[in-house]
């Protein structure tokens, strides 16, 4: 079976003996590494995806040093975070490209939320499972007597505190792994040497989703039907009619300038003054 596996970045620090804290740095999400530990007891072949800037090409590369077979960045300049239905949309987009018969995606991620992998599974119109805490019949805890194919793969999900099912899952089909499937190991020396050494095909953003910007990714699908400009100073057109006092005082929000304010000012003493507008209140039924 091949499979593929989303790697994405997440901020991680560095404590010292004496409480001295490092700059944050951006490294594989630990949920992502628990996937591809799912990913690699499963499948034959895995290849690491990653979405984004250099971040995103460092996660590709710890991947490939913990036994992906293959990685891909498709590289773009994220402007701030990437919007969860737009990284399920280009995820998508890869697993047309690379063909494989199963993605896994850690499902607790900081970055993207546990929506992505029932986005992507929606997006390629596959079953998922979702909260998977084991993989394969002999993993499971229980006895799955039905007969299935190789095309089939059976699965323990996690439903509740102390709940779980055992489903058979069609292949193609996205796997949302659960943060305790597992407690990632590290790799062989070989297996890091390997994968410091292996090439990682880069691909733009624009040759995997034509129609996505580097403004998309990070807004997602938002729609925009009418504007309505505020005249005020600073926040649209300064208003074109008029007087030059009244422009400066609609400009400043206080009006056309005739009544010097938008409200009515009460010459009054503190308590006479609150009689008065609590009067004016009970006139109007407004009180």
């Given at each position: 079976?091949?499979?593929?596996?989303a790697?994405?970045?997440?901020?991680?620090?560095?404590?010292?003996?004496?409480?001295?804290?490092?700059?944050?740095?951006?490294?594989?999400?630990?949920?992502?590494?628990?996937?591809?530990?799912?990913a690699?007891?499963?499948?034959?072949?895995?290849?690491?995806?990653?979405?984004?800037?250099?971040?995103?090409?460092?996660?590709?590369?710890?991947?490939?040093?913990?036994?992906?077979?293959?990685?891909?960045?498709?590289?773009?300049?994220?402007?701030?975070?990437?919007?969860?239905?737009?990284?399920?949309?280009?995820?998508?987009?890869?697993?047309?490209?690379?063909?494989?018969?199963a993605?896994?995606?850690?499902?607790?991620?900081?970055?993207?939320?546990?929506?992505?992998?029932?986005?992507?599974?929606?997006?390629?119109?596959?079953?998922?499972?979702?909260?998977?805490?084991?993989?394969?019949?002999?993993?499971?805890?229980?006895?799955?007597?039905?007969?299935?194919?190789d095309?089939?793969?059976?699965?323990?999900?996690?439903?509740?505190?102390?709940?779980?099912?055992?489903?058979?899952?069609?292949?193609?089909?996205?796997?949302?792994?659960?943060?305790?499937?597992?407690?990632?190991?590290?790799?062989?020396?070989a297996?890091?040497?390997?994968?410091?050494?292996?090439?990682?095909?880069?691909?733009?953003?624009?040759?995997?989703?034509?129609?996505?910007?580097?403004?998309?990714?990070?807004?997602?699908n938002?729609?925009?039907?009418?504007?309505?400009?505020?005249?005020?100073?600073?926040?649209?057109?300064?208003?074109?009619?008029?007087?030059?006092?009244?422009?400066?005082?609609?400009?400043?929000?206080?009006?056309?300038?005739?009544?010097?304010g938008?409200?009515?000012?009460?010459?009054?003493?503190?308590?006479?003054?609150?009689?008065?507008?609590?009067?004016?209140?009970?006139?109007?039924?407004?009180?």
């Amino acid at each position: 079976m091949n499979a593929l596996v989303a790697v994405r970045p997440e901020p991680h620090r560095v404590v010292d003996a004496d409480g001295n804290a490092e700059p944050y740095r951006y490294q594989l999400s630990i949920d992502d590494r628990v996937a591809l530990e799912a990913a690699l007891g499963v499948a034959d072949e895995v290849t690491a995806v990653g979405i984004g800037g250099n971040a995103a090409q460092r996660c590709v590369r710890s991947a490939l040093e913990r036994g992906a077979d293959s990685g891909t960045h498709v590289t773009f300049e994220p402007i701030e975070g990437i919007a969860g239905e737009k990284y399920a949309t280009v995820l998508a987009r890869v697993v047309g490209r690379e063909a494989p018969e199963a993605v896994f995606i850690g499902e607790a991620s900081s970055l993207d939320g546990p929506e992505v992998a029932g986005l992507a599974a929606a997006k390629l119109d596959w079953p998922s499972a979702t909260q998977v805490t084991e993989l394969g019949r002999e993993s499971l805890d229980v006895t799955v007597e039905t007969d299935f194919g190789d095309d089939e793969l059976a699965v323990q999900r996690k439903l509740a505190i102390g709940r779980q099912e055992a489903v058979v899952v069609s292949l193609p089909a996205v796997f949302g792994v659960d943060s305790g499937f597992t407690n990632p190991d590290r790799a062989s020396m070989a297996t890091l040497i390997a994968g410091r050494r292996a090439t990682i095909e880069t691909v733009e953003l624009a040759d995997v989703a034509p129609r996505e910007s580097r403004f998309s990714m990070s807004v997602g699908n938002a729609t925009v039907e009418q504007v309505t400009p505020n005249e005020r100073w600073g926040r649209g057109r300064p208003p074109r009619t008029g007087t030059v006092e009244e422009r400066i005082y609609r400009m400043l929000g206080r009006g056309s300038g005739e009544s010097g304010g938008a409200g009515e000012r009460i010459d009054a003493p503190p308590e006479e003054a609150a009689e008065r507008v609590v009067a004016f209140l009970r006139q109007n039924d407004l009180l």
